[in-house]
Each structure stands twice: as C-alpha cells, then as structure tokens.
C-alpha cells in the first residue's frame, strides 16, 4: 500500500537560510509525488511536481525537489527562505494504478526574522 | 476566476443538525473529490467521483453521501452532526483521476461542530 512519510512535524528556519523538508514514500510502482504548500487559512497551492525523467524538478517560488529512488524519497528544498514562505507543506504520491493520492500529514514551517 | 469553490467558507452548526457543503469547478476536469483535515492537519481521502460517478469511497460514515448533479459540481451532505465532524473540508478537482494528475484544491469549509 502507498504512504507518506514527513519526519518533521515543526521546521524553524531564519528568513534566508536554507531549507529542506524531507518526504520518504512507500510504493511498489514508480511513483507520482507532489509538494503542496497550505498558507494558513488557505487551499492547498501546487509547488511542484514529480512524473517521470529528471530527478530534480523545478518549482514555483523558488522550490526544487529531488527524486531519489533508492532513498525513497522526494525531499524539498529552498536555497534561501522568505517570510512569505511560512505555511504548511504536504508531501503526496499519486498511483500510477488506479484513483488515489495520498498525502503526508505535513510539516509546519516557521520563518524568524 | 476561481477554479475551485467552496461554499460556505465557515459553518456552525449544533450536534444532531443537517448540513451541506458545496463545490464547484470551472476548470472542465472529469474528477472531483472531498478531503477531510483534522485538527492536527491530517489531510484524508473521503470520496472521489468521475464524470459523476462515485470512483472512491474510504472509510467514512455514512452520514456523509456526497452528490454529484453534473461533473462540475460535488456536494458533501451530512447528517446528524457530530462533534468529531469538526474539520477542514476540501473539495479538489483533477482531470482524470488516475492518481498521477495534478489535484486543485478549493479553499476549504472550516466546520465547526457544537
């Protein structure tokens, strides 16, 4: 059965430092992975997303993911972090068989001046 | 425009009480599906219909029947409330459903049940 795992609960970073949210899944098939970002109050935004051919994958505001398949995992990084970016980040995987998408139960990130 | 709506964006109800949510969207996509976001932010699969039939339905009780009028609406009805039915619900929209589709959320009905 598919599942997300995102180890960290709660990230503190300072605004401009660097960031990784870590993401490990468990799938028998190549899988589909996301990152969605939740602004508080918010829907959840598409950051970036993870099919099939280069393993680092490019995002909005600045964000990249890498693949890693024999970590199994999809790690999401930001070189240098704005206060903007504090919000909750959910890691989710897709199957290539049928119709689901399972999400992680997300990582809260602070952002301190 | 908003791809994704959702209506209303905060609801109050009393336990015992019936109640429905709606969701719309105006991106032409054949799926659609309801969330449920608990306290700790665990985001869970409820349902999933395509071109409106129903595709997925997790574990849920069946308080809770979602309704499809046509494919670009899903609403969520629930009966006789509960207060472990105070969540975030989140409609989203994709446009297949394989499971690989980039899902759109709308922005949620924060429910509160008292």
């Known amino acids: 059965a598919q599942s997300v795992t995102q180890p960290d609960i709660h990230i503190t970073v300072s605004e401009g430092a660097s960031l990784e949210l870590r993401c490990n899944y468990s799938y028998g098939a190549t899988p589909y992975l996301f990152w969605y970002v939740q602004s508080p109050g918010q829907g959840l935004q598409l950051l970036l997303k993870?099919?099939?051919?280069?393993?680092l994958v490019q995002g909005i505001k600045g964000f990249e993911a890498e693949f890693k398949r024999s970590q199994s995992s999809f790690n999401l990084r930001k070189p240098s972090v704005h206060w903007s970016d504090a919000a909750e980040y959910f890691c989710?995987?897709?199957?290539?068989?049928?119709?689901?998408?399972?999400f992680g139960t997300g990582t809260s990130l602070t952002v301190i001046p | 425009d908003t791809a994704v709506s959702q209506t209303p964006k905060y609801l109050v109800t009393q336990m015992g009480n019936d109640k429905s949510i709606k969701c719309e969207q105006n991106?032409?996509?054949?799926?659609m599906y309801w969330y449920k976001q608990d306290s700790k932010k665990f985001l869970k699969i409820m349902f999933s219909y395509n071109n409106k039939e129903l595709i997925i339905n997790e574990t849920v009780p069946n308080r809770f029947s979602p309704k499809s009028p046509d494919k670009a609406h899903l609403n969520l009805h629930i009966n006789s409330l509960e207060l472990g039915d105070s969540a975030v619900y989140f409609c989203?929209?994709?446009?297949?459903?394989?499971?690989?589709?980039?899902?759109?959320f709308g922005p949620g009905t924060r429910l509160l049940v008292l």
């Open positions: 993870y099919f099939s051919g280069d393993t």
């Open positions: 989710a995987v897709g199957a290539s068989t049928g119709n689901q998408f399972y």
């Open positions: 991106l032409g996509h054949d799926t």
């Open positions: 989203a929209s994709s446009q297949e459903g394989t499971g690989w589709e980039t899902q759109y």
